[in-house]
């Protein structure tokens, strides 16, 4: 098939849906299939050109000059890669894929990656929408996409092209025991919460240290929130990493409890790591932890429940191993391979024996004249 991915940008700033996108456009390629991405650039082009996969130059950001200019732009890149598939990640992508189709035979893909965003439900504007968990899709299948046009492939990330095998890194040197996060640094990601709960059990546990992994525009205010304790040395925020595994390798537990989270991309890595994980009780997160089989699930903005669950882990090492042990299991369904299996399998519905489009039916009419 001729598949084209649409999204914002192709920078490796670690944010998930990029990463989603260059993991199935990468391993797509890699299967023999003729790939092509959409966007304003980034980091990752040298990754896509080392797999053969051709950059358009797509800029979808929303301004009225720009949006002409991105029209003119789609058309011209449709014209000339003419994709059985056009694979949309993001909200402008799928409205210049939907609205510009006239004229051409493509089947439209939709990936709802974060449907708490209002803009989500356009993602229904795809003849098949691909949810990232089963949560998302009752979500959304609240706001008016019809179930039959829903397809729910969860993420997965082990064996990402992005990445080396887990057993190339070395740890990070951190102080133990060692509680993480990984993530933006967002309020909407719990990272608030945690400071919280940190500072409620730190005096019972004199040598344990936070380590807070990822940017955002809340930043400021959670090292603001962090200074007001007196635990500044023992917070530390360590920024965006490229190579966020070293942090997982070397943490004893690791902590997601966003408030919001369709399918965190950053669970399967951390089981693999083999952490102790807790995670809030909201959205995907339960689907990556196997239902709390592997990993522990708190309520949401409960810094209290945190603490404890945290305290427990911390006084208690068999039950930290018995946790740790859980985590690791179960990895297949993880990986990147099987989303990358059942992606193909979705692009089949719309494109059964992969039927020729009219731009290669054509040219077989031209041969044989």
Not at 94 to 123: D, K
Not at 193 to 208: K, Q, S, W, Y
């Amino acid at each position: 098939m001729r598949i084209l991915h649409l999204t914002n940008h192709v920078q490796e700033i670690g944010n998930g849906i990029v990463n989603v996108a260059i993991d199935l456009a990468c391993m797509q390629a890699k299967d023999g299939h003729n790939v092509a991405v959409a966007s304003s650039g980034g980091e990752y082009e040298t990754l896509l050109k080392s797999y053969g996969i051709r950059h358009f130059h797509l800029d979808q950001s929303r301004t009225p000059l720009n949006i002409i200019k991105a029209v003119w732009r789609y058309r011209n890149i449709v014209d000339e890669f003419k994709p059985d598939i056009v694979h949309v990640h993001m909200m402008t992508g799928v409205i210049l894929a939907a609205t510009l189709r006239f004229g051409y035979e493509y089947g439209l893909i939709a990936t709802v990656h974060n449907e708490f965003q209002r803009s989500a439900t356009l993602m229904g504007l795809g003849d098949r929408v691909i949810v990232v968990s089963q949560a998302v899709g009752d979500s959304m299948a609240r706001r008016g996409i019809p179930k039959e046009k829903m397809r729910v492939i969860s993420n997965g990330t082990l064996g990402s092209p992005r990445q080396r095998s887990i057993k190339e890194y070395e740890p990070q040197p951190l102080h133990h025991p060692a509680i993480t996060t990984v993530s933006g640094m967002y309020r909407r990601k719990g990272v608030g919460e945690l400071i919280d709960a940190f500072v409620e059990i730190a005096a019972d546990f004199p040598d344990a240290h936070l380590y807070l992994v990822g940017n955002g525009p809340d930043r400021e205010s959670l090292e603001e929130q962090a200074r007001n304790t007196p635990l500044t040395s023992r917070i530390h925020f360590e920024g965006f990493q490229t190579e966020p595994k070293r942090y997982l390798l070397a943490t004893d537990i690791f902590v997601l409890v966003s408030h919001k989270d369709s399918s965190p991309l950053v669970i399967p890595e951390a089981r693999e790591a083999g952490c102790a994980i807790i995670g809030s009780n909201v959205d995907g997160i339960p689907e990556a932890l196997d239902g709390g089989k592997a990993g522990i699930l708190v309520p949401v903005k409960d810094s209290h429940t945190l603490a404890e669950n945290l305290r427990q882990l911390l006084s208690d090492r068999d039950r930290l191993q018995w946790w740790r042990t859980q985590a690791s299991q179960n990895l297949e369904r993880l990986s990147a391979a099987r989303v990358h299996k059942e992606t193909l399998a979705v692009y089949t519905e719309l494109r059964p024996n992969n039927t020729p489009n009219k731009y290669e039916y054509a040219e077989a009419k031209l041969i044989h004249k």
